[in-house]
C-alpha cells in the first residue's frame, strides 16, 4: 500500500542554521509534490510544488529537491527564524483531478 | 493568493444535535472542495471529496449519512455533523482544489473548525 512518511520526532535547530525535513515515499509514482506549512489550530498553508522532472524548486529562503530515483523529498530553509516554528507536511498527487496523499507532518522548533 | 474561508472557527454542541460547517473560496471557483478530519498531532484524514452539483464521495469508513456534505454553488460547500457525539469532537478543514493553468492539484485550506460535543 502507499505510504509516505516524515520524521514524526520534532525537529529542534539553533536559529540561523538551516532546517532540513525529509519525506519519503513508497508504492507511489508521483506527478508532483508539495510542501505545506500548519501552525496549532490552523489550516495548512501552501508553500512550494515539484514537479516529477524537476530536481530543485526555490522560493526565497525555502528550497525542495525530489529525487524520484530514491523517492525522497528534502525541504531546506535557510536562514531560519523562530516564526518558521511550526508543522510541515509533504503531499504527492498523481495527475490533475486527483487528490493530494499527506503525510503525517514534522514539527519543527527553531529556537532563538 | 487563493483564500478560503470557514465558518465558525469554534463551535461547542451538545450530545444530538446537529452542527453545520460552511467553506467558502473568496477569490476563485472551486468545483472541487476536500474536507478532511484532524485529531491532535496527527496528519490530515480525507473524509470526503465534494464536487459541484453532484454527489459527494466519501472515503472507506465515513458514514455519509452522518457527514452530510453538499456543494451547491463554485465557492460553496457545507459540512452537516448530523446527531453528534463526543467521538465527533475534532478539527475539521476544508480545502478548495485550483487546478490553475498546469493543471497541477494545489489545495488552498481554510482555517478550520474546531468541534467540541458536549
Known amino acids: 500500500s502507499q505510504k509516505i512518511e516524515q520524521n514524526s520526532e520534532a525537529l529542534n535547530i539553533q536559529e540561523g542554521k538551516t532546517a532540513t525535513l525529509t519525506c519519503n515515499y513508497t508504492n507511489y509514482s508521483p506527478a508532483y509534490l508539495q510542501w505545506y506549512r500548519q501552525d496549532p489550530g490552523r489550516g495548512p498553508v501552501f508553500l512550494l510544488l515539484i514537479r516529477e522532472n524537476e530536481k530543485e524548486k526555490r522560493k526565497e529562503r525555502l528550497k525542495v529537491t525530489f529525487d524520484t530515483t530514491l523517492k525522497q523529498s528534502l525541504f531546506h530553509i535557510t536562514a531560519s527564524q523562530p516564526a518558521d516554528s511550526a508543522t510541515y507536511l509533504c503531499a504527492l498527487g498523481r495527475n490533475a483531478g486527483n487528490m493530494l496523499t499527506f503525510g503525517g507532518g514534522t514539527r519543527l522548533m527553531v529556537k532563538p | 493568493g487563493a483564500v478560503v474561508s470557514q465558518h465558525p472557527s469554534r463551535v461547542i454542541c451538545k450530545s444530538g444535535t446537529s452542527v453545520k460547517i460552511e467553506c467558502r473560496s473568496l477569490?476563485?471557483?472551486?468545483?472541487?472542495m476536500f474536507w478532511y478530519r484532524q485529531f491532535p498531532k496527527k496528519s490530515l484524514m480525507l473524509m470526503a471529496t465534494?464536487?459541484?452539483?453532484?454527489?459527494?464521495?466519501?472515503e472507506q469508513g465515513v458514514e455519509k449519512d452522518k457527514f452530510l456534505i453538499n456543494h451547491a454553488s463554485l465557492t460553496l460547500s457545507t459540512l452537516t455533523v448530523t446527531s453528534a457525539h463526543p467521538e465527533d469532537s475534532s478539527f475539521y478543514i476544508c480545502?478548495?482544489?485550483?487546478?490553475?493553468?498546469?493543471?497541477?492539484?494545489?489545495?488552498?485550506f481554510g482555517p478550520g473548525t474546531r468541534l467540541t460535543v458536549l
Open positions: 477569490d476563485f471557483q472551486a468545483t472541487t
Open positions: 480545502s478548495a482544489r485550483d487546478l490553475g493553468s498546469s493543471g497541477a492539484d494545489t489545495q488552498y
Open positions: 465534494s464536487n459541484e452539483g453532484s454527489k459527494a464521495t466519501y
